[in-house]
């Protein structure tokens, strides 16, 4: 294993090293930004009450976070494999357990139950894409656009149509494993959707109720603030970067040595949480300046937007892009979250890629139609979290992913030696050292403390 050890003095071709380096931003990007920032982050930071639940997402996604994804890069880099294999082999090489390896398993897990109602909402995107340029929301008013919503999701078939046509576009990606064209695409993806975003955000600025958007996402009210808020922020900030699965995992194992970890993440985290905070400073002026309600639940963002682009001139071309733009960045992360589960079916039940794809897709099809009743005939079957897409997404978000997200930390910062985790993160500066007390201490402690006081 020394081939993979021997971290810094070479020197790729500066052509080599920056096309690399970009793909490998490229491609996390395109799995960290995705539904979870433009649809999940917003309804998730409205149902708690806003500033205080944004300021404690923002503090998570920086001393935990940050941490985990480089964690998370760094295991996958020195592994160089699958993440199950991955965590066997460094188990092992550490003088630790080859059973790291049921840390693989649960971000499997993860991805598959993730992918099941990611991918009915993505199936919203898709058909709003038809809406849009059907022009319904040309010049509709607020209860006209909410009243679309609401007929769309009310009818079970229409979503499962939508559920079925992305399963079956991302199991066809899947299957062919064309990484190239999804590059391409996020390269073009993620600046156009900023683009978009600020267009709204220029919208949100005229609608006279900017300052209260503004108020509700910037102005800590602590009184709202619970462990279970704390708790949803947590799974947001796991959710949104698509770390504590083990899929960051799977694209560091493909990055070269001389990639600086620190800095890719930085970019990553940095990304992510703009398109995030973009979308809820577009969304909140406009819940207010129509009278809605923050708390309104999963389908704000398709409560809100379109109404914005029905008043814009040009708004039925720039609404499709946007859904467009949005089920394409759904697309690149959906890939990100079943890819885990394909690899592993492809080594353990030996089959070929298109069958594994089909067989992970099916199933994973199959577990969303609870996502999809979870809107119409089921919606009023509720236990624990909620409906069944609530619990999933609970279990998931809430428990699961920041579990996972405890052991990586637990592992990198004790388990591995001081040695091998300096040598993949460029050396023992200061850098190293603030991560090393974020991995050690901080995060772990941070996550348990919170996963603590939301149990008891
Ligand atoms: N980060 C994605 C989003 O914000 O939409 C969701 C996700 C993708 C989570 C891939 C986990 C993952 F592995």
């Known amino acids: 294993m020394l081939s993979n050890q021997a971290g810094d003095g070479k020197r790729a071709s500066l052509h080599g090293h920056w096309s690399s380096r970009m793909a490998f931003i490229l491609a996390v990007t395109g799995s960290a930004v995705g539904l979870g920032n433009i649809w999940k982050f917003p309804y998730i930071a409205g149902q708690n009450g806003g500033g205080a639940f944004v300021l404690v997402y923002l503090i998570c996604v920086v001393v935990i976070g940050m941490p985990v994804m480089m964690s998370e890069i760094l295991i996958g880099r020195r592994g160089r494999r699958n993440p199950i294999a991955t965590m066997e082999l460094l188990g092992r090489e550490e003088g630790s357990s080859p059973h790291w390896r049921l840390l693989g398993a649960l971000g499997v897990l993860a991805g598959v139950l993730i992918l099941s109602y990611y991918s009915v909402i993505a199936g919203w995107t898709l058909a709003y894409i038809v809406k849009s340029a059907s022009g319904v929301f040309d010049g509709a008013s607020a209860a006209a656009v909410g009243d679309e919503f609401g007929g769309f999701v009310g009818s079970w078939q229409l979503v499962l149509f939508c559920h079925s046509l992305f399963m079956a576009l ?38 006279g109720f900017f300052g209260q958007g503004l108020a509700f996402m910037f102005t800590p009210d602590w009184s709202k603030l619970t462990w279970l808020s704390v708790l949803a922020a947590l799974g947001q900030a796991f959710f949104t970067l698509s770390i504590g699965m083990g899929a960051i995992m799977a694209y560091g194992a493909y990055l070269p040595e001389e990639t600086s970890i620190p800095n890719a993440s930085a970019a990553v985290v940095g990304a992510d949480t703009a398109i995030a905070m973009l979308a809820g400073l577009a969304i909140f002026p406009l819940v207010f300046a129509n009278g809605l309600d923050p708390a309104d639940g999963p389908g704000l963002v398709f409560d809100t937007l379109p109404l914005a682009f029905g008043q814009m001139a040009g708004g039925v071309f720039f609404s499709t892009v946007f859904f467009l733009l949005l089920s394409f960045a759904a697309w690149t992360s959906a890939i990100g979250l079943m890819e885990p589960a394909v690899a592993w079916v492809v080594e353990h039940l030996n089959q070929s ?64 030696c001081r040695n091998s985790t300096a040598d993949e993160l460029g050396g023992s500066g200061l850098v190293y050292k603030v991560w090393r007390l974020l991995a050690r201490y901080v995060a772990p402690v941070g996550i348990l403390l919170v996963l603590y006081n939301t149990v008891t």
Not at 177 to 204: D, T
Not at 391 to 396: A, K
């Open 170 to 207: 991302t199991v066809f990606v899947v299957a062919r494993g064309v990484e190239g064209g999804l590059e391409r695409a996020v390269r073009f993806m993620v600046p156009a959707l900023l683009i978009l975003m600020l267009m709204l955000l220029g919208y949100s600025i005229n609608s």
């Open 353 to 416: 890629r298109a069958q594994a794809s089909i067989f992970v897709g099916g199933s994973i099809w199959i577990l969303g139609v609870g996502s999809v009743l979870s809107f119409n005939l089921l919606s009023d079957v509720t236990f624990l979290a909620g409906t069944i897409f609530d619990n999933i997404d609970y279990l998931t978000s809430n428990i699961m992913l920041p579990l996972a997200g405890l052991l990586i930390t637990v592992f990198a910062g004790w388990v591995m």
